[in-house]
């Protein structure tokens, strides 16, 4: 962190403390950005820039018998394991089609093609995409089972 954007965000620090005694209430990031003639994004990325980071095995609660931890208080719930298995096993599934199924699945689900647009740009009719795709799909239905 170079040495301006703390001497930065020092400042700012102290213009909140000056305007909250002013105003009994505290200043909002432009307000700040305004009094030091700076933008706002600086003065947020100052403030940022002088946070220390924690440990996601910091306690941020502790009765006696139990701790929660920060890694307790933070969920992806778009990456889980669940989500990471089920990719997996859809990826060795697909290597079991072949290679016009495969691409009819990736244009349909995963570049979200109609059908239609799928039979025209591969030169086969909509019924023949509808019938592969249909094929695919209980293929990859039965290797999960």
């Known amino acids: 962190m170079s040495r301006s954007v703390r001497d930065l965000a020092y400042k700012a620090i102290q213009v909140k403390e000056?305007?909250?005694?002013?105003?009994?209430s505290e200043p909002t990031?432009?307000?700040i950005?305004?009094?030091l003639g700076v933008d706002k994004e600086e003065v947020v990325l100052s403030f940022d820039a002088i946070q220390l980071p924690i440990s996601l095995q910091?306690?941020?609660?502790?009765d006696g018998t139990e701790n929660i931890f920060v890694m307790d208080q933070i969920r992806d719930n778009k990456n889980t394991d669940d989500k990471w298995t089920e990719?997996?096993?859809i990826a060795e599934a697909?290597?079991?089609l072949?290679?016009?199924?495969?691409?009819?699945i990736a244009r349909r689900f995963f570049d979200?093609?109609?059908?239609?647009?799928?039979?025209?740009?591969?030169?086969?009719?909509q019924a023949q995409v509808s019938r592969l795709e249909k094929n695919a799909i209980s293929r990859i239905r039965k290797s999960y089972k």
């Open 58 to 62: 910091e306690p941020i609660y502790k």
């Open 29 to 31: 990031i432009e307000e």
């Open 33 to 35: 950005a305004k009094s």
């Open 94 to 96: 697909m290597k079991r």
């Open 112 to 125: 979200g093609r109609t059908q239609m647009e799928v039979a025209e740009e591969i030169g086969i009719s």
């Open 98 to 104: 072949s290679k016009r199924e495969k691409d009819i």
């Open 87 to 89: 990719d997996l096993s």
């Open 18 to 24: 000056t305007m909250t005694k002013e105003k009994g």
